[in-house]
């Protein structure tokens, strides 16, 4: 979200805040602190959401280190597969499944 964005978001929810709370209180005092409340409250959620993302950043970091430890454990006397074999296969099943989709359109 580019930072004009949050920053006009985050002017319209304090100063409807600070609004709805002086109509509703007719206090000023009562619209300062309850702004100052909910500035503090989305600083917190704003925090929590940034520990949140480290965190799961953390977890996919750690999943894929997971893998690569698979990987390395392989057997002994097993060899990955040829290249041409590969791109053979995928070719057959390629053609295979275009087959059978022109076999149901026809009648």
Known sequence: MPFRIF??????????????VYFASHSI????VATLACSLLLQLA??????FLIWRSGCVSRAG???????SC???GSEPPDLDE???ESADLLQ???MR???LLLP
């Open 65 to 71: 280190q997971r893998a690569e430890r698979f990987d």
């Open 86 to 88: 590969v791109t053979n």
């Open 7 to 20: 920053f006009r978001v985050l002017g319209l929810v304090l100063c409807g805040t600070a609004l709805i």
């Open 74 to 76: 392989k057997e002994v």
């Open 101 to 103: 989709a022109i076999s």
């Open 96 to 98: 295979r499944d275009q």
């Open 29 to 32: 005092r009562t619209g300062v």
């Open 46 to 51: 704003y925090f929590a959401s940034v520990l």
